[in-house]
């Protein structure tokens, strides 16, 4: 049975402003474990976003370019 996992925008320590930089995956791309999603970045570094489980990304909820904060959900990924 499938399962939906929410991708959310982890702490990533004192950050004020987090933008989506690029996804390196589209909407229904087979993912795998630990493979780098998209790319955020902070006014001081940039973080990739890594797949906790494979699976396939059922949705992408935020474009790049936005400005996201820390829990916001960015995908979801549907694993087996």
Partial sequence: MAREIPLMVPD???AEKIEIVSWN?????KVTENQELCELVTDKAAFPLEC???G?????????GESVKIGDTLAILEIQ
Avoid: F, S, W
């Fill in 52 to 54: 906790p489980d494979n």
């Fill in 12 to 14: 990533i320590g004192d």
């Fill in 25 to 29: 995956v589209e909407q229904g791309d």
């Fill in 56 to 64: 396939t990304l059922k949705e992408i909820k935020r474009k790049a």
